[in-house]
């Protein structure tokens, strides 16, 4: 198809993230990338100084990445992981676990951030269903942080000023701290940590877990 067709038939079809289906929002067709180098079918070349939506940290059409691909799909390129197992989801979960802490000894896979995300609220959550106190299903989160774009993270997101606050009625019950001030770097001052501590103190009875941004 030639870029116009493409363009012709995106705007007929398909709904990108983070915009609304005004046909006049900007596009652009790409034709291939490489390392962080994206052509454009008029032959137009951009520096993805995204990530690709920050998550291709070995750039476009790594050699590794790609041959890995290749070999798999001549075994099978996916197979439901209930009740079945296969090498390569054990040899990454060895490799997972042996570069984690001790006391981190199992992996959940997961296909998105967002995904680990909501996993990681739903076993929280379960612990405490488990330990017979159902009553402790709300997070602390902070305010400023970003979790994702599925139901459960966006409500552990930013409830003020972030991208998600079209849907403030998904956080009712969970609880937000101000952000430290440090940046990066920076150590944290107590002074930072007062309303956590407060935050725990008032609200430890029906709390389940507390979720952090690594940075």
């Given at each position: 198809m030639?870029p116009?067709?493409?363009?012709?038939?995106?705007?007929?079809?398909?709904?990108?993230?983070?915009?609304?289906?005004?046909?006049?929002?900007?596009?652009?067709?790409?034709?291939?990338?490489?390392?962080?180098?994206?052509?454009?079918?008029?032959?137009?070349?951009?520096?993805?100084?995204?990530?690709?939506w920050w998550s291709?940290?070995?750039?476009?059409?790594?050699?590794?990445?790609?041959?890995?691909?290749?070999?798999?799909?001549?075994d099978?390129?996916?197979?439901?992981?209930?009740?079945?197992?296969?090498?390569?989801?054990?040899?990454?979960?060895?490799?997972?676990?042996?570069?984690?802490?001790?006391?981190?000894e199992?992996?959940?896979?997961?296909?998105?951030?967002?995904?680990s995300?909501?996993?990681?609220?739903?076993?929280?959550?379960?612990?405490w269903v488990?330990?017979?106190k159902?009553?402790?299903?709300?997070?602390?989160?902070f305010?400023s942080?970003y979790?994702?774009?599925t139901f459960?993270?966006?409500?552990?997101c930013?409830?003020?000023?972030g991208?998600?606050?079209?849907?403030?009625?998904?956080?009712d019950?969970n609880?937000?701290?101000?952000?430290?001030?440090p940046?990066?770097?920076?150590a944290?001052e107590?002074?930072?940590?007062?309303?956590?501590?407060?935050?725990?103190h008032?609200?430890?009875d029906?709390?389940?877990?507390?979720?952090?941004?690594?940075?």
């Amino acid at each position: 198809m030639s870029p116009d067709q493409i363009l012709e038939l995106d705007r007929q079809t398909l709904w990108h993230p983070y915009s609304n289906l005004n046909p006049k929002n900007p596009l652009f067709p790409v034709k291939s990338a490489r390392e962080c180098v994206i052509t454009l079918s008029d032959g137009r070349q951009l520096i993805d100084g995204m990530a690709s939506w920050w998550s291709a940290i070995h750039g476009y059409n790594h050699p590794a990445l790609n041959n890995a691909v290749k070999t798999q799909l001549d075994d099978m390129a996916h197979v439901m992981f209930g009740g079945l197992t296969h090498e390569p989801a054990v040899a990454l979960a060895q490799k997972l676990v042996n570069l984690t802490p001790p006391g981190l000894e199992r992996v959940f896979l997961a296909d998105s951030g967002s995904v680990s995300v909501e996993v990681a609220l739903k076993m929280a959550r379960q612990y405490w269903v488990a330990k017979n106190k159902p009553e402790k299903q709300h997070l602390l989160a902070f305010e400023s942080a970003y979790h994702g774009d599925t139901f459960g993270a966006m409500s552990v997101c930013d409830p003020h000023n972030g991208m998600h606050k079209l849907f403030a009625g998904s956080q009712d019950g969970n609880v937000f701290c101000p952000a430290p001030t440090p940046v990066f770097g920076q150590a944290v001052e107590d002074g930072d940590l007062e309303a956590l501590k407060n935050a725990l103190h008032e609200h430890s009875d029906r709390l389940a877990a507390v979720i952090i941004e690594p940075i």
